[in-house]
């Protein structure tokens, strides 16, 4: 059984109002239009790098790079809350801040570059480039809109606004030519044949967690289906979009949730957080409080029943493994 994480029921929330709908969809907007282009010509010119690690061990890499955009990111930010009296209380990978003239502060959670390891590779891959995300909340801590951009394909942004998601084009600022996601079909099953999956298994204690607790997984799927070694914030647009079928992280930070969150929760999936021992619950609101914390397994899909079976097929592996 899957309980609520934070709220018990989301549902029952009141609708946001529109004026707030289209505000924080304009600041997103303006601030994506802005800051891409900076941003994309900073990884062009350091292509080949080595990412300078100066968190603690096991912790994504803090180069120069990441700090310059979320430093133009964040004055972006306060630019656009200024002109649309909106103000922000920035949670981002590296630091918090504050934005706009005066609070209220709503809530948003910043991926300046996510991927940034990718810096050393060829920006080609649709799965695993940088990427900018960011998810704004409000004051109840639910999800009002979110962007994001791959970083190698930049002329194209992803948006939601008032639970749906969408294409925009990011040099026009008009919304009117958003274009809506289109629905894909699910995938329910491990064994389905055009399965992709998403894991993080670039670090060997990633790795080793993910082949010590989904051998079945991997022994079950099918030899057509896909694991791709990625994940992060950006991961809940492929998810949305249906070119990802399931993400599958252990020992996952929860900053790596937030900023991308909105977009899975538009497309109506779910975030799971499974415990070493006891009930499951989902993440369907910001949690500041966890942002430094990390989640002993964490799935996410469109698909209920899809996470049912890994869900299952974790806890067999669990009691298979006990002394």
Known sequence: ??????????????????????????????????????????????????????????????????????????????????????????????????????????????????????????????????????????LDNTPIGAGAVNLAHPNDSFITRNGKNYHHTITDFESKDDIEFSEEPLVESVQDSGLVIAAYRAKEKYDSQFNRYFSKTKEERQASSTIISTGGNYIYVPIALGSVHVYIAPIEPYEEVFAGLPFLLAAGGEVRIIPTEGESTRIKNFQPELQKERANLLLASRSNKLLDQLEEYYRERREELKP
Do not use: C
Request: negative net charge; without cysteine.
């Open 1 to 138: 059984m899957s309980l609520e994480f934070g709220r018990q029921n989301n549902e029952g929330l009141p609708k946001k109002e529109p004026l707030l709908i289209q505000t924080v969809d304009n600041v997103i907007k303006e601030v994506l239009l802005e800051t891409t282009p900076l941003t994309v010509d900073k990884i062009r010119k350091r292509q080949g790098m080595t990412v300078r690690n100066v968190r603690r061990e096991g912790e994504d890499p803090e180069p120069d790079i990441d700090l310059e955009t979320e430093k133009s990111i964040g004055e972006a930010l306060d630019r656009a809350g200024q002109k649309y009296g909106i103000a922000f209380q920035v949670y981002s990978e590296h630091n918090n801040f504050t934005t706009g003239s005066r609070p209220p502060y709503h809530p948003l959670a910043l991926d300046p570059i996510d991927n940034t390891d990718e810096l050393v590779k060829k920006l080609s891959n649709f799965y695993v480039t940088p990427w900018t995300v960011l998810g704004v909340y409000d």
